[in-house]
């Protein structure tokens, strides 16, 4: 009993003392928690969502869902093949138009009016607290901090270590100029040593102006935040990003809902909507989308193309790896109103060609 007790005391003591790493950055406090209390959006010491938006669904259970996490027979949830991927060199670009390159999962970066914009960088082989338990795959890792030119806005949609990396963060600190994020999450960066002034917190629906010719507006999500036990602290948000010549959607995570509806009719059309596809149960369905969902937002918000993000590079649940983009396809096949696009990690997307072509690179993977 002695010795039980003992061990107890131990692990309780080694994860108080883990919980205290920089990693897990700091809660809002002083002038920051007080805006959040200001906010509609924020009630009973937590942000909202504008629906119901229970963690888990009605039948799931937490021990259900940790239990097939460990213990699934689902097959292929990782690739054996590596993931093909196309070396673009952004240090030494020489393109003139606007274009997007993608870094796998929700990653990625684009050069707009001249301005470089980096979007929820994870740009370490983790994406976990815990190193080596969720690593990225084979070849969807070419890209790395050091690949990167210098950033004028850093945009993050929330928290979560698989958006909001400290290792990255850690590394790219000198190469940014400015960061947009929702309320509360500048606690976490200002504690890493990014100056207060260079970070912008947007409520849902507020705006801020990143050059004269590009405006930022924070819109609702369907998600949650959080990097301890304590969620919802700090706001999630998706973007709405104006351009001179280009109206663009960055989705971060959601589940579906009405939001994508109300932002496409108050902000739409929508040249290219970013959206998460993948990492989806039936047993979280209210926080993350089906992949017939994706196709049905990207509808809503009136998007000329869409572009499916949030897989190919990490296992975060227990689908096979390639199964939200055979099912994106299916679903995208049996309507006409948005373009799918699915170019291939590091590809080059050119934001003003809308009749890019793209191949379903996947089909040749295992």
């Not at 897990?24 to 937590?46: A, C, D, V």
């Not at 990653?107 to 740009?123: A, E, N």
């Not at 705006?207 to 969620?231: C, N, Q, V």
């Amino acid at each position: 009993m002695t010795t039980t007790l003992l061990v107890i005391g131990i692990l309780i003591a080694g994860t108080l003392i883990f919980l205290q790493h920089p990693l897990f950055g700091k809660q809002p406090s002083g002038e920051r928690l007080k805006r959040i209390q200001q906010s509609k959006n924020y009630t009973n010491g937590q942000f909202q969502n504008l629906s119901n938006t229970p963690a888990l669904s009605e039948d799931a259970t937490y021990f259900g869902m940790i239990k097939e996490l460990l213990f699934s027979k689902i097959e292929h949830t990782k690739p054996t093949d590596s993931i093909p991927c196309v070396n673009t060199n952004l240090l030494e670009n020489t393109i003139n138009d606007d274009f997007m390159v993608w870094f796998g999962h929700s990653s990625y970066y684009m050069k707009i009016d001249g301005q470089s914009l980096l979007i929820d960088p994870v740009l370490s082989k983790n994406a976990s607290p815990l190193y080596g338990t969720n690593t990225a795959f084979a070849g969807a890792d070419m890209f790395t901090c050091e690949a990167l030119p210098k950033i004028d806005v850093l945009i993050l949609t929330h928290d979560h270590y698989d958006h909001l990396d400290y290792s990255s963060f850690k590394n790219i600190k000198d190469k940014v100029s400015k960061i947009i994020c929702p309320l509360g999450v500048g606690a976490h960066l200002e504690y890493w040593g990014f100056p207060k002034e260079n970070i912008t917190e947007l409520d849902w629906y507020e705006d801020a102006s990143l050059t004269d010719s590009i405006k930022i507006t924070a819109t609702p999500a369907r998600h949650f935040s959080g990097r301890s036990f304590k969620r919802n602290t700090t706001l999630w948000a998706s973007y709405v990003l104006q351009t001179k010549n280009l109206n663009i959607y960055l989705g971060g995570d959601s589940g579906y809902d009405t939001h994508f509806k109300e932002i496409g009719t108050k902000y739409g059309p929508f040249d290219l909507a970013i959206l998460e596809n993948g990492q989806y149960d039936r047993k979280w369905k209210y926080i993350h989308m089906m992949p017939e969902e994706v196709v049905q937002a990207s509808n809503d918000l009136q998007a000329k193309r869409f572009f499916p993000v949030h897989s190919s590079k990490f296992k975060l649940a227990n689908h096979p790896w390639k199964e939200p983009l055979e099912r994106v396809s299916i679903a995208s096949a049996k309507q006409t109103a948005s373009q799918l696009i699915t170019p291939k990690i590091g590809e080059v997307i050119y934001l003003n060609q809308q009749d890019q072509v793209f191949e379903k690179w996947w089909e040749q993977v295992n």
